[in-house]
């Protein structure tokens, strides 16, 4: 048997593989007051390391425990979780929790992609999650300290973080920053001057955009063209056309509805 449930102390278990900065007394206390008066229904999760263990999931709630005088925890002990694979559902486990800060969880996502490497549609394929929202979490990653601290505590949204990280100007991406955090710039306002900029620099390098044809069976072909091209941005683009086609025929929409759909939006590129 690789699984078994057993009572083990709170004392033997280590977190190393977590990716929260630290635990808001107020959460521990909270689950605390539940512990307490319904028991704890769900054990945490670790694997055998020596004499002691190695937890994976649920630390809150060995801290919870932990204030409330308990010395033993019900656990789910897995034998056969090797340190790789445990890291890797820790730091998934961590990732996906919805009370996350962004930067938590741009770190932990950083760091599991370094420790299998993977690459950005790898780790989204693993996270469940779609290219282009796995790019703005780790965008609050890339961003200055001033300015992530902003994000991380919710003073600038993450969507608007993720527009300011593709500022290259220093000064311009603080003044936009100041301008988010205000009020006086809403996430709209932040993407349309970084789009402004792109097509400004556009204009002045007179880059030859890049393309890339996709060959798929019976002579079909996917043609993509952008000033820069990767694999990630690939996958990215295609997921993308793919929701505003599968968008279109939601609705009813015919091909006729996708070619004008893709000139209006061309011609307002």
């Known amino acids: 048997m690789t699984r078994s449930v057993q009572r083990i ?32 229904l769900y054990p945490v999760l670790v694997r055998p390391s020596g004499e002691a263990f190695v937890g994976i999931d649920g630390e809150t709630r060995c801290l919870a425990a932990a204030r409330l005088g308990w010395r033993n925890i019900l656990a789910i002990v897995d034998t056969e979780l090797g340190e790789d694979d445990a890291l890797e559902r820790a730091l998934i486990a961590n990732c996906m929790r919805t009370d996350l800060k962004p930067l938590e969880r741009a770190r932990g996502v950083k760091r599991l992609m370094d420790s299998k490497g993977w690459s950005l549609a790898d780790a989204a394929r693993r996270l469940s999650i779609s290219v282009g929202t796995l790019s703005k979490w780790l965008s609050v990653a890339t961003l200055p300290d001033a300015i992530a601290d902003q994000v991380n505590a919710g003073v600038i949204g993450v969507t608007a973080g993720y527009e300011l990280s593709k500022v290259a100007d220093p000064d311009k991406q603080a003044e936009l920053a100041a301008a988010a955090a205000s009020g006086e710039a809403t996430r709209d306002a932040v993407a349309a001057e970084v789009a402004s900029q792109k097509k400004g620099r556009k204009k002045s390098k007179r880059k030859t955009a890049e393309t890339a044809v996709i060959a798929l069976p019976d002579g079909r072909k996917v043609t993509l063209t952008a000033r820069e091209l990767s694999v990630d941005s690939v996958v990215q683009s295609l997921e993308e056309a793919l929701d505003r086609v599968r968008a279109l025929k939601a609705s009813g929409g015919d ?6 759909l893709s000139r209006e939006t061309s011609q307002a590129a």
């Open 255 to 260: 091909l006729n509805q996708l070619k004008r």
């Open 9 to 40: 102390p709170l004392d033997k278990i280590a977190w190393p593989d977590q990716v929260r900065d630290g635990h808001e007394d107020e959460d521990v206390a909270s689950l605390a007051a539940s512990l307490e008066s319904l028991g704890n």
